[in-house]
């Protein structure tokens, strides 16, 4: 990486550190955009070059740098004990414990307009990515993509029910994590009972196209070490 992108990246921490002061009562907007820039003390211009979408960009850096965060307190956490099904739990729950609710509200909105649907998906799909990695995933086939759908679907409930949870310590949306996440594995099993049912190996030639399905090469930013 060169100077120029480090710099840039430096700039960029810079102005999403001075924008979340402001996200609270302006959200992800133009307002807050500009008055991070001045409480930077970054030209406009420039961090328009750093954020060509603005405060579009601001959301999306404030998302991943929450994925980062679950990702090194996963990397310096002892989950041996924990059955698989925990270790995603607290992997959500590490998640989630990284973001502040009013600006993931604020985010949630933002990503809700027509527009930017598909950047939120987006994000949402590369939390559920950035999970199944750094626990340990390998697959390669259709399972790299029914995982990560399945995931990205918990994921999304337990954000809107943790934004409207005021329980002690959020103890709520971790019950309603674990009931989603007890749901997916019954789905895992149904799945498996299928495969090895009659009906199951009936179809089993046209189930062989799936086979077919290869998960896609991880780009550079995936690799460890790199930045997303």
Known sequence: MDKTSVDLDEMRARLLTAALP??????????????AAADAGIAPGMARVICPRGALDLAVAYHRQGDRAMEARLAASDLAALKFRERVAAAVRFRLEAADPDAVRRGAALFSLPQNVAVGSALIWGTADAIWRALGDNSADVNWYTKRMTLSAVYSATVLYWLGDDSAGKAATWEFLSRRIEDVMRFEKAKADFRASGLGKTLAGPLKLLTRIRAPAPAPGDLPGQKG
Not at 22 to 35: L, P, Q, R
């Open 22 to 35: 402001h996200v609270a009562f302006d959200g992800w907007s133009a307002a807050t955009f500009a008055a």
